[in-house]
């Protein structure tokens, strides 16, 4: 059972992550709003509406904003090393196998489904079973990440990267 202490701490960190993340784009709305706003003595100089001209400009560099975010975050994957590390919050998001992980499933998770493996009858369902998961299992550890295609459906949308490799 987990202590009420914890459940308050669990509860501001998950506040401070929220406001974190809600920040950069808090950040990036009043951006455009300076910007736009700055520009308002040159629009009225070139007799442009300011109800036109204000709302054009700030759509315009949240687009170029936008934009630029877009590629740093998902073309260049500037950002995976972050993602990587939120493991605690979402445990789903991180495809590869950290080292650790792969000292322990090698040296102590892979020995023990073998000689679980020895002792079942070759005959039963679930001596199938084990095996089939064993080896899918080996796979993994020996190239250091989960492939795309083994990981379940629903939780796809959580693997990162198109680039299928070891940390």
């Known amino acids: 059972m987990v202590d009420k202490e914890e459940k308050v701490r669990s509860f501001v960190n998950l506040q401070y992550i929220k406001l974190k993340k809600v920040a950069a784009v808090g950040s990036m709305v009043l951006l455009a709003i300076n910007l736009s706003l700055t520009i308002f003595m040159y629009?009225?100089?070139?007799?442009?509406?300011?109800?036109?001209?204000i709302p054009i400009v700030f759509f315009v560099v949240m687009f170029i904003l936008w934009g630029l975010a877009h590629i740093y975050?998902?073309?260049?994957?500037?950002?995976?090393?972050e993602q990587m590390a939120e493991v605690t919050y979402n445990p789903y998001s991180v495809y590869a196998l950290a080292p650790f992980q792969e000292m322990i499933y090698s040296h102590s998770a892979i020995p023990m489904m073998r000689a679980l493996l020895k002792m079942l009858p070759e005959d039963c369902e679930e001596h199938k079973n084990l095996k089939e998961k064993l080896e899918k299992f080996e796979k993994w550890c020996k190239e250091g990440y989960i492939a795309?295609?083994?990981?379940?459906?629903d939780l796809r949308k959580y693997y990162l990267t198109s680039k299928q490799q070891r940390l």
């Open 43 to 53: 629009m009225e100089e070139r007799d442009i509406h300011p109800y036109i001209g």
């Open 73 to 81: 975050v998902k073309k260049m994957e500037m950002y995976r090393t």
């Open 148 to 153: 795309k295609e083994d990981f379940p459906p």
